[in-house]
């Protein structure tokens, strides 16, 4: 089993930058990736970063060149910056486990970029 903790999010005004925490806690070991998803109003569920426990970071197209993402062990921290609108929404830190034998989900927290 595995818990996540998430920090930070909030308000801010376009182009302006957010940065976000999260910790694992329990199996950490066993944790493979960790990153972040996001879900606005009316939108799927979608990735935007993910990072191996070797690493490699996988951005998704929106984000690329804005946000970046680092790990140290069983903690992520996500720093958002040239914000727009458009990245709206609840985010919310996951973790998978090795052999894809689990999925956490932290709490979400909410994001809104004012135009």
């Known amino acids: 089993q595995v818990k996540l903790v998430e920090s930070g999010g909030g308000l801010v005004q376009a182009g302006g930058s957010l940065s976000f925490f999260c910790a694992a806690f329990?199996?950490?070991?066993?944790?493979?990736?960790m990153g972040w998803y996001r879900q606005a109003p009316g939108n799927q569920h979608e990735l935007v970063v993910d990072?191996?426990?070797?690493?490699s970071a996988n951005y998704a197209e929106s984000v690329k060149g804005r946000f970046t993402i680092s790990r140290d062990s069983a903690r992520v921290n996500l720093q958002m910056n040239s914000l727009k609108p458009e990245d709206t929404a609840v985010y919310y830190c996951n973790a998978v486990l090795y052999g894809y034998a689990g999925t956490y989900w932290g709490q979400g927290t909410q994001v809104t970029i004012s135009s």
């Open positions: 329990g199996s950490i070991l066993a944790i493979s990736f």
């Open positions: 990072i191996s426990s070797g690493g």
